[in-house]
């Protein structure tokens, strides 16, 4: 007979998340927190993963969230377990990934009176988060219910704005007493649409067919076979061109999907005759800096921001917000817009064909080096493969080449850290249940190595790891090479391998140092296994900074 918590506070969080839908919890161990470990994982109508690491377990939720695109919960102790959520909250906030925080907390008359595992943890992810609430220990009527509407709202504001909460629950001693059956019960939940501001699309659509000149840049974005069905539409256009990347996840021949290589080489005289009149923005971050330098110094006319979520200036030059879903507001503009004349879309092709040459011509000509992996890398994607990237150089290496559309790409870039990339990969195949391949660097694997210790590691999950003996990205970069220490406090060399922590953690390992060995691996390694696997990239004996500056020099 399943054994759930006697405390009703308990009974009353976990009924109202299942009468919202929300069934996924990342459970980390604790004693504060046993009451609500208890009755989660003997509750199958829950899915409970168990992972010890409050940091990785924070990121781990995230790659839940951002793969089932509901809200996951994450349950911890009291005291520092709850802030190694933080930089977790930080990515889902900025991403737009729904958490819930669920943290066990000590009784208030406790807080800052030098109890064991005791911090101020109401509001901590006030700056972060988009609702707070601290629950009350009282099981009176009265109080159940105003926890019950404060636990509503919270949630409902976690659906809406596809963004981090908090809710802090205090406990008294004793934690773990027990029954064997609910005093609470919740019907299903049913929420308001989200209501969207009236846009005026015959305004937006007149200005759009009135000039000659538009380039739409899409960032962040999750697949979706709609969104990207209206793009084709509109690229169909010679007056408008439009730019995305890896993780727009939109594909047409007539996209530009390797920005860098077709801005870089060009003077600012050159630079301002591609400015656009009118620039369309949409989803979230671009990687690319350089695509950010051409906007702010070559400022398009009109700026307009279509997101249902963020309004950024990215480029200084905003003049129109539209806030609503993408879609919603294409399925309305795109039947009545008209092609115009134009020579833009010709004049950005001219270049990218040229580029494409030299691009091919500079990767047969280099030794095995970074760039050589990761041209092989991607041609070797198998098809309908989960793609997870990590940060620094390794997305913007994977920026350089062409993607199989089948291959959904992530990356973590809401906040652009390195500290949670291995998580977030684990955690999206977990909850997706898709095979995948987090593609990430020596300094980033060995900074989340704990997400290695997760009980629930799923078999088809594989890393490639580039090992380059440390933080390349700060030789490539203006500045840290100037300052006399870069290898030491930048770089940070290191003689690491991935091979220990492979053996560990129990998955299989392979190492290559030449393109030959890496060509002939990817059959084993992607082949269908009862264990994962890391496949691990020798890089250290090349001149990777140098080779990538020479890349960009080719296309000039």
Not at 85 to 107: G, H, K, W
Not at 434 to 462: C, E, H
Request: charged residues 20%.
């Amino acid at each position: 007979m399943r054994k759930i918590s006697n405390k009703l506070n308990v009974q009353l969080i976990a009924e109202t998340l299942l009468a919202f839908g929300i069934d996924h919890i990342v459970l980390s161990p604790g004693s504060r927190n046993g009451a609500l470990t208890m009755q989660f994982a003997n509750d199958k109508r829950f899915k409970t993963y168990s992972v010890i690491d409050e940091r990785s377990a924070g990121f781990v939720a995230l790659g839940m969230a951002q793969q089932i695109q509901k809200p996951v919960v994450v349950c911890c102790t009291s005291g520092s377990a709850t802030a190694n959520y933080y930089p977790a909250i930080t990515e889902a906030f900025f991403q737009n990934v729904p958490i819930i925080v669920l943290s066990a907390d000590r009784p208030e008359h406790l807080v800052d009176n030098f109890d064991g595992q005791t911090i101020r943890q109401h509001n901590i992810f006030e700056k972060h988060s988009v609702h707070n609430v601290q629950l009350s220990e009282s099981e009176e009527t009265d109080d159940l219910t105003r926890n019950m509407l404060m636990t509503k709202y919270a949630l409902i504001d976690c659906i809406h704005k596809s963004a981090p909460i908090h809710i802090n629950m205090p406990f008294s001693e004793p934690l773990y007493e027990s029954v064997t059956e609910s005093s609470i019960e919740i019907d299903q939940i049913t929420i308001d649409e989200k209501v969207y501001p009236e846009i005026n699309v015959i305004d937006y659509m007149k200005r759009w067919n009135s000039s000659a000149k538009k380039l739409i840049l899409v960032g962040l974005h999750h697949p979706d076979a709609t969104f990207d069905q209206y793009l084709k539409q509109l690229a169909q256009d010679d007056s408008v061109v439009i730019l995305d990347e890896v993780t727009s996840n939109i594909h047409d021949t007539r996209f530009f999907n390797k920005i860098d290589q077709v801005i870089f080489p060009y003077s600012d005289e050159e630079l301002e005759a591609l400015k656009p009149d009118i620039l369309l923005t949409i989803g979230q971050n671009v990687v690319s800096k350089k695509i950010k330098k051409f906007l702010r110094d070559h400022k398009p006319t009109q700026h307009w921001h279509l997101d249902e979520y963020w309004q950024p200036d990215t480029f200084q030059a905003l003049t129109d917000k539209i806030e609503t879903k993408p879609e919603l507001f294409l399925e309305q503009f795109v039947p009545f817009i008209n092609p115009k004349e134009s020579d833009y879309y010709t004049t950005w092709n001219t270049i990218r064909e040229a580029n494409n040459i030299k691009h091919n011509n500079y990767i047969n000509m280099i030794p095995f080096c970074d760039l050589k992996a990761f041209d092989a890398i991607i041609r070797n994607y198998p098809e309908n493969w989960q793609i997870q990237y990590g940060n620094s150089t390794v997305i913007r290496y994977g920026l350089l080449f062409d993607h199989n559309p089948s291959n959904p790409v992530f990356c973590n870039r809401g906040t652009s850290g390195i500290d949670g990339s291995t998580s977030t990969a684990i955690g999206a195949c977990l909850a997706s249940g898709q095979d995948t391949v987090l593609i990430t660097g020596d300094i980033s694997f060995l900074y989340d190595s704990n997400a290695l210790w997760n009980v629930n590691m799923p078999k088809n999950f594989r890393i490639i790891l580039i090992n380059n003996g440390g933080g390349n990205i700060f030789k490539f970069i203006p500045g840290p090479s100037e300052t006399d220490v870069v290898e030491d406090y930048f770089v940070t060399k290191h003689h690491h391998t991935g091979e220990h922590l492979a053996k560990m953690f129990d998955f299989d390992y392979q190492v290559v140092n030449n393109l030959t060995d890496l060509e002939n691996s990817f059959g084993d390694f992607y082949a269908e296994s009862n264990r994962p696997k890391i496949l691990e990239i020798d890089t250290r004996n090349a001149t990777n900074d140098t080779i990538l500056r020479g890349y960009f020099s080719s296309l000039k």
